[in-house]
């Protein structure tokens, strides 16, 4: 049985924090999650996956994040408990659905979480999404800690069906990535079955129907104000007259801060989980009994614009400040010592700054940047595109993906790079207006995503570039979730379909298309020479399994390879794959025979013939 279908409650668990998420979840009875993958979400969805196994509770990586809220939409208008998981920028992608569904409102509860990324581990910006909360009108909630993670997500879905409304849930990395004790409530029956009751002039949003729900939208609002005011994930610690505002992990920073500092006695702070709409009484309550305000939020002033305005409609003049010089950045993560540091300088208190450790006689760490795996496909792709384009005057577009790491040197296959999808369509800008040769990249999860339309777009608009499908039998960077593509028979799972990418290629119009095997280096730039030279839309397919995906089925190659007596130390295997299972020892150029997929390409590309494959 899954750990997280544990049914003890009071019994403590450890757990991650998108693991506590998904366990509240299922003690809130959750009957539908949708979602598509985005890392800092990922373990939500995959245990949402791993649960639907064994249960009842229906499960979906869906095309893209526009298409898991559909879902969810029609679910929870059914009246079915439902949840829609994504990362940050993944809401991007479900604005559409989102700003109409917040007028049309929901029957059964839906939580849509969004996976915030401060510093941008995993991610291409770092978009604070409480603004889309105010921007369609929906409640948003934040939790402080795993714990509270899993104890809001019950309290969510019940304000969500209170409301009739979907409820935002945001998350931020270090919240979805840090692990703690989690003590297990009860688990509600799960209720899979609904029925919708057809009401067109309050689902079919025509202009008519609209204009009568966005008042109906605006009504709900007021509602959700007078809920976050009694909310009790809005609450005031402490007594002083020092005031500090804050919300998410920052709540935990400063609960350390303030005891360090031991100004527990001068410090009340209104911590705010809550977070759209904020409590305005409350608030103006707390600003009135303090001397200043500090308000603590990573990312962009959310809360401070909105207490000034309050503290100007109450006839405030009290100091509020968050954002600024020698106070708290609008960049990346805050940490425990920057809170301390900078609430120490606000009220103007004593604070010891630790001695920064002298490292100097110390070896520096060695860096492991992010990297194409060994034996990965993409770097033969890549090698042989850069081959195959040599004496061309080139522009690389490239998308989300592994393949994104195709970038960094040696390879350089990565010129312009703005969100999912976004590589045939900035393709045929480029191919438009420049005399260079355009050759995109795209992976096959991302081609479903998104990627589909730019291609369209070119077909029909007869731009001139190469579109190559990264075609690696699954969405890898997220962690091997199933795409659309996918033959789910490998994992034993029975019940879904396969799409053939070459002939939704072909079935678009796609005037030369071909497939091509990265492995065989010298017939793959042949091919793609070939389609270099078209002049109109041209498509490669380059199909391998990724490699740590096949080692799971046992479908790599068996021997690894050895760097041989021939070898006249030239190096190009180093200097163009840069495959992380090539090393130096004694200048010389070895093959870790642990990492070596087996997968040649090396070999084919060794003026010496010097690269060989292991005697068994």
């Known amino acids: 049985?899954?750990?997280?279908?544990?049914?003890?409650?009071?019994?403590?668990?450890?757990?991650?924090?998108?693991?506590?998420?998904?366990?509240?979840?299922?003690?809130?009875?959750?009957?539908?999650?949708?979602?598509?993958?985005?890392?800092?979400?990922?373990?939500?969805?995959?245990?949402?996956?791993?649960?639907?196994?064994?249960?009842?509770?229906?499960?979906?990586?869906?095309?893209?994040?526009?298409?898991?809220?559909?879902?969810?939409?029609?679910t929870a208008n059914s009246g079915v408990r439902s949840m829609c998981v994504m990362k940050h920028v993944g809401l991007n992608v479900a604005a559409d659905a989102l700003m109409t569904l917040a007028y049309v409102g929901v029957k059964g509860g839906l939580?849509?979480?969004?996976?915030?990324?401060?510093?941008?581990?995993?991610?291409?910006?770092?978009?604070?999404?409480?603004?889309?909360?105010?921007?369609?009108?929906?409640?948003?909630?934040?939790?402080?800690?795993?714990?509270?993670?899993?104890?809001?997500?019950?309290?969510?879905?019940?304000?969500?069906?209170?409301?009739?409304?979907?409820?935002?849930?945001?998350t931020t990395t270090r919240i979805n990535h840090s692990t703690a004790p989690v003590t297990l409530g009860a688990i509600q029956e799960r209720v899979c079955r609904g029925d919708f009751a057809k009401d067109p002039f309050n689902y079919v949003t025509v202009p008519?129907?609209?204009?009568?729900?966005?008042?109906?939208?605006?009504?709900?609002?007021?509602?959700?104000?007078?809920?976050?005011?009694?909310?009790?994930?809005?609450?005031?610690?402490?007594?002083?007259?020092?005031?500090?505002?804050?919300?998410?992990?920052?709540?935990?920073?400063?609960?350390?801060?303030?005891r360090d500092l031991g100004v527990q006695d001068r410090v009340k702070l209104l911590r705010i989980g809550f977070s759209h709409p904020m409590p305005q009484k409350m608030i103006k309550g707390f600003l009135g009994s303090c001397e200043k305000v500090l308000v603590v939020e990573e990312g962009e002033?959310?809360?401070?614009?909105?207490?000034?305005?309050?503290?100007?409609?109450?006839?405030?003049?009290?100091?509020?400040?968050?954002?600024?010089?020698?106070?708290f950045s609008r960049l990346y993560e805050f940490n425990p010592r920057l809170v301390r540091q900078v609430v120490a300088a606000y009220f103007g208190v004593p604070c010891e700054v630790e001695p920064v450790v002298d490292l100097s006689n110390i070896p520096e760490i060695p860096q492991r940047p992010p990297n194409l795996c060994a034996g990965c496909s993409h770097r033969a792709t890549f090698y042989a595109v850069k081959k195959a384009a040599e004496g061309l005057s080139t522009i690389y577009p490239t998308d989300i993906g592994c393949y994104t790491l195709g970038f960094l040197p040696p390879l350089s296959m990565g010129d312009f790079l703005i969100c999912m999808g976004s590589s045939a369509g900035t393709s045929a800008g480029f191919s438009k207006v420049t005399d260079k040769k355009v050759v995109s990249f795209i992976g096959d999860s991302t081609f479903f995503?998104?990627?589909?339309?730019?291609?369209?777009?070119?077909?029909?608009?007869?731009?001139?570039?190469?579109?190559?499908?990264?075609?690696?039998?699954?969405?890898?960077?997220?962690?091997?979730?199933?795409?659309?593509?996918?033959?789910?028979?490998l994992m034993n799972l029975q019940g879904y379909g396969q799409i053939s990418i070459e002939a939704v290629v072909r079935a678009l119009g796609v005037p030369h298309v071909a497939v091509i095997q990265p492995y065989k280096v010298k017939?793959?730039?042949?091919?793609?020479?070939?389609?270099?030279?078209?002049?109109?839309?041209?498509?490669?397919?380059?199909?391998?399994?990724?490699?740590?995906?096949?080692?799971?089925?046992?479908?790599?190659?068996?021997r690894a390879y050895y760097v041989s007596d021939k070898c006249r130390n030239h190096r190009d295997c180093i200097s163009q794959l840069a495959c992380p299972a090539f090393f130096l020892e004694a200048e010389r150029v070895k093959i870790d025979p642990v990492m070596c997929a087996g997968c040649a390409v090396c070999a084919q590309i060794c003026p010496e013939n010097a690269i060989l494959p292991v005697k068994a």
């Open 1 to 74: 049985m899954h750990k997280l279908l544990t049914d003890q409650p009071g019994a403590t668990m450890v757990l991650l924090g998108n693991e506590a998420i998904t366990r509240g979840a299922i003690e809130a009875g959750v009957a539908v999650a949708t979602t598509y993958p985005g890392t800092p979400s990922s373990e939500i969805s995959l245990n949402f996956f791993q649960i639907s196994q064994e249960s009842s509770l229906y499960f979906e990586y869906s095309t893209n994040e526009k298409v898991a809220l559909e879902v969810a939409a029609a």
């Open 111 to 170: 939580i849509i979480l969004t996976a915030d990324d401060p510093f941008m581990f995993s991610s291409q910006n770092e978009q604070d999404n409480r603004y889309y909360g105010k921007l369609s009108g929906l409640a948003v909630l934040e939790p402080s800690s795993v714990e509270e993670a899993k104890n809001m997500i019950p309290y969510a879905f019940e304000l969500s069906e209170a409301l009739q409304e979907p409820v935002i849930f945001r």
């Open 208 to 258: 008519a129907v609209s204009r009568k729900l966005h008042v109906k939208l605006l009504a709900n609002l007021d509602k959700a104000a007078e809920r976050s005011e009694a909310s009790p994930y809005n609450f005031v610690s402490g007594s002083g007259t020092w005031g500090i505002i804050c919300n998410g992990v920052s709540f935990a920073y400063l609960s350390d801060a303030v």
């Open 301 to 327: 002033p959310f809360m401070e614009e909105a207490i000034k305005a309050f503290a100007q409609e109450a006839g405030l003049t009290l100091p509020i400040n968050g954002k600024g010089k020698d106070l």
């Open 449 to 489: 995503h998104s990627g589909i339309p730019g291609l369209v777009n070119a077909v029909f608009n007869n731009h001139n570039f190469t579109f190559v499908i990264l075609d690696n039998g699954i969405t890898a960077m997220t962690g091997h979730q199933p795409n659309p593509g996918v033959d789910m028979g």
């Open 523 to 558: 017939k793959s730039i042949e091919t793609l020479r070939e389609a270099f030279n078209f002049k109109g839309v041209s498509v490669v397919i380059s199909k391998e399994m990724c490699t740590l995906y096949a080692k799971g089925f046992k479908k790599t190659k068996s």
